[in-house]
């Protein structure tokens, strides 16, 4: 039975988080499970007020059906690298499952690296937490399944970053139903931190969502690629050589203005795009059920 599939954007800037923005989170609800997709400083909060913002867009959109997030009942957590903007919210997170007597095991995916954080957490303040946590490290050189759920696959992919740095795929299985009709599996990529490579947009081909970083302007193309990093253009050319549905960019550098995101920003993304939005903290995106 298709369900909702539903992305919760919790953080949009980049390494430096400002009062109307902060670093890199998502969470994602699909097949009746929930997933956090990054975990930068401050999360919690975030998850929180996005409880707040749902509620209402439930609301103003007669929508039913999309579960309230509950920390505790999260299926799994994704880590993209371990840059601090995208896991300094980790440890806090985990204490706090802790706190509200979490039972069931917790499996977080990421970068080798990332195990010997979480058995450093595990030593200092999680040694009698109620429940398990599980690392799944990440070493593959190409898509591989790493999870699977009924109706559901998530693989991981490596990306171009400097630091062992992995994208995600989620995407649906078989044939949903939706009231006894058969509807098109939907599909959600996740391309954190990356430099352009030439693989990258064959391994996310023909998703109906994508969210690549865009660090920067295009006039400052020799910065994104000293940093590893992408600029509008690149995940706007990714996007259009891939042939997906729509693009969702992000990971703004603090160096670009909050009146350009929605302007200048964006026109770079649609130039080569169209169909291209450069997201906001707090957005909710549905893909809808399309029958077949």
Not at 255 to 264: F, L, M, N, S, T
Not at 267 to 276: D, G, M
Request: neutral net charge; glycine residues 6%.
């Amino acid at each position: 039975m298709a369900g909702k599939f539903t992305l919760n954007i919790l953080g949009t800037a980049s390494a430096k988080p400002n009062l109307k923005r902060a670093s890199s989170a998502q969470l994602l609800q699909a097949a009746e499970r929930l997933f956090l997709i990054d975990c930068s400083e401050g999360v919690q909060s975030r998850i929180l007020q996005q409880n707040e913002r749902l509620a209402q867009w439930c609301r103003e959109n007669r929508v039913q059906g999309i579960r309230r997030i509950s920390k505790n009942q999260l299926d799994g957590i994704f880590i993209s690298h371990i840059h601090g903007d995208h896991m300094f919210g980790l440890f806090p997170l985990l204490s706090t499952m802790a706190m509200n007597n979490r039972s069931k095991p917790l499996y977080i995916y990421g970068p080798n690296a990332l195990g010997s954080i979480i058995t450093f957490y595990k030593s200092f303040w999680g040694d009698k937490d109620p429940y398990e946590i599980v690392f799944v490290p990440l070493k593959m050189k190409a898509p591989e399944v790493v999870a699977e759920f009924p109706g559901l696959e998530i693989l991981a992919f490596p990306l171009n970053h400097g630091i062992e740095t992995f994208g995600f795929l989620f995407r649906e299985t078989g044939t949903p139903l939706y009231k006894k009709e058969p509807c098109k599996a939907r599909s959600y990529a996740y391309c954190s931190d990356t430099a352009p490579f030439p693989e990258l947009a064959s391994w996310v081909k023909g998703v109906d969502l994508l969210y690549h970083e865009g660090t920067y302007f295009v006039e400052d193309s020799n910065k994104a690629q000293f940093r590893k990093h992408s600029t509008t253009a690149d995940a706007a050319k990714c996007a259009l050589d891939a042939q997906v549905g729509r693009l969702i960019v992000a990971h703004y550098s603090s160096a670009i203005k909050e009146e350009d995101i929605h302007g200048r920003y964006e026109e770079e993304l649609r130039s080569i795009f169209p169909a291209s939005t450069a997201l906001d903290d707090g957005q909710i995106i549905d893909l809808p059920i399309i029958p077949l």
